[in-house]
């Protein structure tokens, strides 16, 4: 018999954009809503900062609190979806580690004959970090928008066209090493392309696109770099026996500085889960593409990881979860600087918990996470155990 917890996911949607009603959880009027809320973190932090163990890491007591919503609103042909998410994050001892992070993601999406018409502005105000590299908790923000026009143009065959902008912009005060955020990845990105898609069953689509980013910094000009990405993608449906999606590619990326090697080669992105029995769940996650670093002599880095998640029923509400993960980091150096000539940062993540679900949207857990970082530079290096407990609604 299958476990509660391998429901649909609570924010499942319509092919036209509404929402799916036998996921919904309020209805107020004319709008559909999906109130989330996670208590995260409630435990120790023992290297809050991530420096290498001879700077004498140090802990502290913290909380996150997520209180999230998706709303749904009708309007004439089209819907209109908002997902508004804030994290409050609090430390006992640190106050610089102190924030609230906000995310708003707006949706349009109106289907005009045989043509489907999307509009999806977001944006994010945040002090966590950035990803796998920068350490600091610094505020930056995010904001941009996305578009797609799609046509049938047979039974199960659509062509598409899409664009994209987004602009960081990190706060003047933001600094990492001695070296401002600001002055070296404040950017906008541009990007257009087109793509085919074809519905091969009613839940499992493929997909062919070409897309040129334009990629422009603020204020260093000498980091701007164009590429050009042909990816084919494989997509499942929430209620698929295999959920997800699945791509692979080609990226050509071409810096316009003349002392920046370029990169070509493979890219792809995975995020698949499948349950066994209706008491096991495997997710699995794959990523390799590029990202800027902060570093002068070092502008970007190829990154590769992947992760993974098992979570078991054991019995009744209760259930176990173990995962683990790899992210490498492969920096690229301007031509003439003696840094490191084959620099590899790798971090590893792995950790578990046990679960008490009260209900299929409420769950209690306590967890445990290790999390380490090696790299030829050893100030990079760092060891961090964090544990603690957590309550869920809704995710």
């Not at 609570?10 to 996921?23: K, M, N, Y």
């Not at 900062?49 to 007591?61: A, H, I, S, T, Y």
């Not at 600094?175 to 002055?183: D, K, P, T």
Request: glycine share 8%.
């Amino acid at each position: 018999m299958a476990g509660p917890w391998f429901a649909g996911s609570a924010s499942a949607q319509t092919q036209e954009g509404g929402p799916d009603p036998s996921q919904m959880r309020v209805r107020l009027g004319p709008f559909w809503l999906n109130p989330r809320v996670i208590l995260t973190n409630l435990g120790v932090d023992t290297n809050v900062f991530n420096v290498p163990d001879e700077l004498g890491p140090q802990k502290d007591f913290t909380i996150t609190v997520t209180p999230a919503t998706d709303i749904w609103l009708r309007m004439g042909v089209s819907w209109l979806q908002v997902t508004i998410r804030e994290d409050l994050v609090w430390y006992q001892k640190f106050e610089t580690q102190r924030g609230a992070n906000t995310a708003l993601d707006v949706t349009w999406r109106a289907p005009i004959g045989r043509t489907l018409v999307s509009i999806a502005p977001r944006y994010l105000s945040t002090n966590e970090r950035p990803g796998y590299e920068i350490d600091a908790r610094v505020r930056r923000r995010e904001y941009g928008v996305s578009g797609k026009v799609e046509v049938r143009t047979f039974a199960r065959t659509f062509f598409a066209l899409t664009g994209s902008t987004l602009n960081v912009k990190y706060d003047d005060d933001a600094f990492f090493y001695g070296q401002s955020l600001q002055q070296d990845l404040n950017r906008k990105t541009v990007s257009y392309g087109v793509a085919v898609r074809h519905e091969v069953t009613p839940l499992t689509s493929l997909s062919l696109a070409a897309s040129r980013q334009e990629d422009r910094f603020e204020f260093n000009p000498l980091r701007d770099a164009d590429s050009t990405a042909i990816t084919g993608a494989v997509s499942f449906d929430p209620h698929a026996l295999v959920k997800g999606s699945a791509s692979f590619g080609y990226r050509d990326f071409v810096p316009l500085s003349s002392d920046l090697p370029p990169y070509k080669g493979p890219i792809g992105t995975v995020d698949l889960s499948y349950t066994l029995l209706g008491v096991t769940r495997f997710a699995v996650q794959w990523k390799r593409d590029i990202n800027f670093s902060f570093d002068e002599l070092q502008p970007y880095y190829l990154e590769t990881g992947y992760s993974g998640t098992v979570t078991q029923q054991i019995f009744g509400p209760f259930d176990a979860q173990a995962r683990g993960g790899v992210q490498h980091l492969e920096y690229r150096n301007r031509a003439g600087v003696l840094v490191n000539p084959d620099r590899t940062d790798d971090v590893r993540t792995y950790g578990g918990g046990i679960g008490y679900h009260f209900s299929q949207d409420a769950r209690f857990g306590v967890n445990v996470e290790h999390q380490s970082r090696t790299s030829p530079v050893p100030i990079r290096e760092f060891s961090a155990l964090r544990y603690g407990v957590s309550v869920t609604y809704g995710f």
